[in-house]
T-cell receptor
Framework: GENVEQHPSTLSVQEGDSAVIKCTYS??????FPWYKQELGKGPQLIID?????GEKKDQRIAVTLNKTAKHFSLHITETQPEDSAVYFC?????????????FGQGTRLTINP | SAVISQKPSRDICQRGTSLTIQCQVD?????MFWYRQQPGQSLTLIAT?????????ESGFVIDKFPISRPNLTFSTLTVSNMSPEDSSIYLC????????????FGPGTRLTVL
């Protein structure tokens, strides 16, 4: 089945700097790649996603890139702010009996230092 | 997106007992999912709940341990049966809310501690 590897497990950056989190997936049939942000005591919040027919997507300070050939995708956060501190999860999915089964990476704990 | 609520938000239970977790969505959805997040870990899918049919369980999860109900298009329950300390986790429900059927939105989670 699908396997998603996420790196790094922890990341600490200075406020205002950029942060990059990388994921690789194993199943070439995967076609949907969301990113979630989980703050302490809360459920995961979808922050951006990308589908396999697109190479890059941006939303203000957040961007995601996808390399289908290499089977990896990355989250880029620019001009980081203290409120960006959280655990970030990548995921991958493909068609599954009419429902999309999400397989998650291990998570990255991002800390923004003031 | 979707407004999803879960009850209870947290609970502390004794070994051998059962707990039923409720998930309510603000509008009708076809697919609902239940995930487990063990302390400091990632999310693992327990089962997919489609209204009007039996839930589909992932490898390592069985109906006797995690029975699921899906009585209508806005509500689902997950029961954690005969609990042990190893069941201490966050349990999350999610829903699909996209015509393409791939985007999932999560509830706030239920934090379960088993003593």
């Amino acid at each position: 089945g699908e396997n998603v590897e996420q790196h790094p497990s922890t990341l600490s950056v200075q406020e205002g700097d950029s942060a990059v989190i990388k994921c690789t997936y194993s199943d070439s049939a995967s076609n949907y790649f969301p990113w979630y942000k989980q703050e302490l005591g809360k459920g995961p919040q979808l922050i951006i996603d990308i589908r396999s027919n697109v190479g890059e997507k941006k939303d203000q300070r957040i961007a995601v890139t996808l390399n289908k050939t290499a089977k990896h995708f990355s989250l880029h956060i620019t001009e980081t702010q203290p409120e960006d501190s959280a655990v970030y999860f990548c995921a991958a999915s493909k068609g599954y009996q009419g429902a999309q089964k999400l397989v998650f990476g291990q998570g990255t704990r991002l800390t923004i230092n003031p | 997106s979707a407004v999803i609520s879960q009850k209870p938000s947290r609970d502390i239970c004794q070994r051998g007992t059962s707990l039923t977790i409720q998930c309510q969505v603000d509008s009708q959805v076809t697919m609902m999912f239940w995930y487990r997040q063990q302390p400091g870990q990632s999310l693992t899918l327990i089962a997919t709940a489609n209204q009007g049919s039996e839930a589909t369980y992932e490898s390592g999860f069985v109906i006797d341990k995690f029975p699921i109900s899906r009585p209508n298009l806005t509500f689902s329950t997950l029961t954690v049966s005969n609990m042990s300390p190893e069941d201490s986790s966050i349990y999350l429900c999610s829903v699909e809310r996209d015509p393409r059927g791939d985007t999932q939105y999560f509830g706030p989670g239920t934090r379960l501690t088993v003593l």
